[in-house]
């Protein structure tokens, strides 16, 4: 989120009336003029995982992500409680 708030604040192009642009580099005052709705179902995801985790303890309960986590050499581990 803080990250989100800094966009917004420091590069107002980044957001347009669909919210964030896909892509801009502030470095050459670039900003993508295209907008894609594609993201938009992951922002929600991303969003409710920041909020409460629900969806990565969901996928988590997976066996075939246990394996593939554990195959990819990660560690378990049980994430801080949420600060909001």
């Known amino acids: 989120m803080r ?3 800094t966009i917004h604040d420091h590069y107002p192009k ?5 919210g ?3 892509a801009f580099n502030p470095l050459t005052d670039w900003y993508d003029t295209d907008v894609i709705g594609i993201d938009a ?3 929600l995801l991303m969003a409710e995982n920041a909020r409460t985790g629900f969806v990565w303890q969901t996928f988590m309960k997976n ?3 246990q394996r593939g986590m554990k195959n990819a050499g990660f ?3 049980q994430p801080a409680a949420s600060q909001t």
């Not at 980044?14 to 669909?18: C, G, H, I, L, P």
């Open 3 to 5: 990250v989100l708030r």
């Open 14 to 18: 980044a957001w347009s009336r669909y």
């Open 20 to 22: 964030f642009i896909d």
């Open 41 to 43: 179902g992951i922002i």
């Open 63 to 65: 066996p075939e992500a």
């Open 75 to 77: 560690n378990s581990y």
